[in-house]
Protein backbone atom coordinates (compact mmCIF):
# COMPACT_ATOMS: atom_id res chain seq x y z
CA UNK A 1 0.00 0.00 0.00
CA UNK A 2 1.56 3.43 -0.92
CA UNK A 3 2.04 6.29 1.35
CA UNK A 4 -0.77 7.84 -0.46
CA UNK A 5 -3.42 5.25 -0.37
CA UNK A 6 -2.76 4.41 3.37
CA UNK A 7 -3.73 8.25 4.19
CA UNK A 8 -6.78 7.69 1.51
CA UNK A 9 -7.80 5.13 4.12
CA UNK A 10 -7.09 6.69 7.17
CA UNK A 11 -8.88 10.47 6.14
CA UNK A 12 -11.39 7.82 5.16
CA UNK A 13 -12.09 6.18 8.10
CA UNK A 14 -11.91 9.09 10.45
CA UNK A 15 -15.05 10.29 8.04
CA UNK A 16 -16.79 7.29 8.21
CA UNK A 17 -16.17 7.13 12.01
CA UNK A 18 -17.62 10.48 12.36
CA UNK A 19 -20.94 9.95 10.25
CA UNK A 20 -21.21 6.84 11.35
CA UNK A 21 -20.35 6.62 14.57
CA UNK A 22 -17.11 3.77 16.47
CA UNK A 23 -19.54 1.12 16.92
CA UNK A 24 -20.78 0.52 13.26
CA UNK A 25 -17.26 0.86 11.82
CA UNK A 26 -15.73 -1.34 14.64
CA UNK A 27 -17.79 -3.95 13.96
CA UNK A 28 -17.14 -3.53 10.22
CA UNK A 29 -13.76 -3.35 10.36
CA UNK A 30 -13.67 -6.28 12.72
CA UNK A 31 -15.66 -8.69 10.01
CA UNK A 32 -13.11 -8.09 7.95
CA UNK A 33 -11.81 -11.61 5.97
CA UNK A 34 -9.61 -12.38 3.30
CA UNK A 35 -12.71 -12.38 0.66
CA UNK A 36 -14.06 -9.04 2.03
CA UNK A 37 -11.26 -6.86 3.33
CA UNK A 38 -10.25 -4.67 -0.04
CA UNK A 39 -13.34 -4.62 -0.35
CA UNK A 40 -13.47 -2.48 2.97
CA UNK A 41 -10.66 -1.07 1.84
CA UNK A 42 -12.04 0.34 -1.31
CA UNK A 43 -14.90 1.68 -0.08
CA UNK A 44 -13.40 3.60 2.70
CA UNK A 45 -10.69 5.07 0.74
CA UNK A 46 -12.72 6.11 -2.35
CA UNK A 47 -16.18 6.24 -0.52
CA UNK A 48 -15.68 8.18 2.17
CA UNK A 49 -12.52 10.07 1.52
CA UNK A 50 -12.38 10.55 -2.58
CA UNK A 51 -16.36 11.75 -2.01
CA UNK A 52 -17.57 12.47 1.85
CA UNK A 53 -14.35 14.48 2.02
CA UNK A 54 -14.79 16.43 -0.90
CA UNK A 55 -15.76 20.13 -0.95
CA UNK A 56 -18.71 21.66 -2.16
CA UNK A 57 -21.72 19.25 0.04
CA UNK A 58 -21.99 19.82 3.45
CA UNK A 59 -21.69 16.22 5.08
CA UNK A 60 -25.43 16.41 6.14
CA UNK A 61 -26.41 17.28 2.04
CA UNK A 62 -24.27 14.39 1.40
CA UNK A 63 -26.82 11.87 3.72
CA UNK A 64 -30.12 13.59 2.64
CA UNK A 65 -28.69 12.46 -0.91
CA UNK A 66 -27.56 9.09 0.38
CA UNK A 67 -30.94 8.74 2.12
CA UNK A 68 -32.87 9.56 -1.16
CA UNK A 69 -30.78 7.30 -3.42
CA UNK A 70 -30.90 4.55 -1.20
CA UNK A 71 -34.79 4.97 -0.79
CA UNK A 72 -35.15 5.19 -4.34
CA UNK A 73 -32.89 1.90 -5.36
CA UNK A 74 -34.38 0.05 -2.77
CA UNK A 75 -31.64 -0.58 -0.44
CA UNK A 76 -33.05 -0.49 2.69
CA UNK A 77 -30.10 -1.75 4.55
CA UNK A 78 -28.28 1.07 3.72
CA UNK A 79 -31.11 3.64 4.48
CA UNK A 80 -31.39 2.02 7.78
CA UNK A 81 -27.96 2.51 8.44
CA UNK A 82 -27.86 6.45 7.48
CA UNK A 83 -31.45 6.92 9.55
CA UNK A 84 -30.43 5.24 12.72
CA UNK A 85 -26.71 7.34 12.54
CA UNK A 86 -28.25 10.47 11.44
CA UNK A 87 -30.71 10.36 14.47
CA UNK A 88 -27.64 9.53 16.73
CA UNK A 89 -25.91 11.91 15.78
CA UNK A 90 -25.03 14.64 17.91
CA UNK A 91 -26.97 17.80 16.44
CA UNK A 92 -24.46 20.28 17.23
CA UNK A 93 -21.56 18.72 15.31
CA UNK A 94 -22.27 19.27 11.99
CA UNK A 95 -19.30 16.90 10.35
CA UNK A 96 -21.41 14.45 12.04
CA UNK A 97 -24.53 14.95 9.43
CA UNK A 98 -27.42 14.89 11.77
CA UNK A 99 -30.76 14.31 11.16
CA UNK A 100 -34.22 15.69 12.31
CA UNK A 101 -37.76 14.46 11.78
CA UNK A 102 -38.55 17.44 9.35
CA UNK A 103 -35.84 16.82 7.37
CA UNK A 104 -36.35 12.85 6.99
CA UNK A 105 -39.85 13.72 6.67
CA UNK A 106 -39.15 16.01 3.71
CA UNK A 107 -36.43 13.62 2.13
CA UNK A 108 -39.17 10.55 2.58
CA UNK A 109 -42.21 12.78 0.94
CA UNK A 110 -39.61 14.53 -2.28
CA UNK A 111 -38.80 10.76 -2.73
CA UNK A 112 -42.25 9.62 -2.74
CA UNK A 113 -43.00 12.17 -5.79
CA UNK A 114 -39.89 11.51 -7.97
CA UNK A 115 -39.30 7.42 -6.44
CA UNK A 116 -42.50 6.33 -6.44
CA UNK A 117 -44.79 5.84 -3.00
CA UNK A 118 -44.03 2.35 -2.29
CA UNK A 119 -40.55 4.07 -1.66
CA UNK A 120 -42.13 6.62 0.26
CA UNK A 121 -43.76 4.14 2.39
CA UNK A 122 -41.03 1.81 3.27
CA UNK A 123 -38.99 4.67 4.24
CA UNK A 124 -41.83 6.25 6.70
CA UNK A 125 -41.79 2.51 8.31
CA UNK A 126 -38.10 1.74 8.66
CA UNK A 127 -37.82 5.44 10.50
CA UNK A 128 -40.52 5.00 12.71
CA UNK A 129 -39.23 1.49 13.20
CA UNK A 130 -36.24 2.71 14.34
CA UNK A 131 -37.32 6.01 16.20
CA UNK A 132 -39.30 3.49 18.15
CA UNK A 133 -35.90 1.59 18.91
CA UNK A 134 -34.48 4.39 20.13
CA UNK A 135 -37.39 5.32 22.66
CA UNK A 136 -38.14 8.44 20.04
CA UNK A 137 -41.80 7.86 18.86
CA UNK A 138 -42.93 10.77 17.50
CA UNK A 139 -46.22 12.10 19.20
CA UNK A 140 -49.77 11.35 17.61
CA UNK A 141 -50.85 13.85 15.13
CA UNK A 142 -54.69 14.73 13.72
CA UNK A 143 -54.77 13.28 10.36
CA UNK A 144 -57.71 16.17 9.98
CA UNK A 145 -56.99 19.60 9.45
CA UNK A 146 -58.32 22.30 11.58
CA UNK A 147 -62.05 23.38 10.87
CA UNK A 148 -61.55 26.77 8.92
CA UNK A 149 -62.82 29.44 11.06
CA UNK A 150 -62.90 32.32 8.49
Known sequence: MTESSA???????????RVLGDEWVDQSVARANELNVEFQRM????A???IWSRPGLERRTRRIMVLAITASMGRWEEFELHIRTGL???PAD??????DLDTI???LLQTAVYAGVPAGNTGM???LKILKEL?????????HPPADTA
Open 105 to 107: REV
Open 94 to 99: AEAAPL
Open 7 to 17: NALQRGLANRR
Open 48 to 50: WDG
Open 125 to 127: AIT
Open 135 to 143: GRTPAPASF
Open 88 to 90: LAD
Open 43 to 46: ITAY
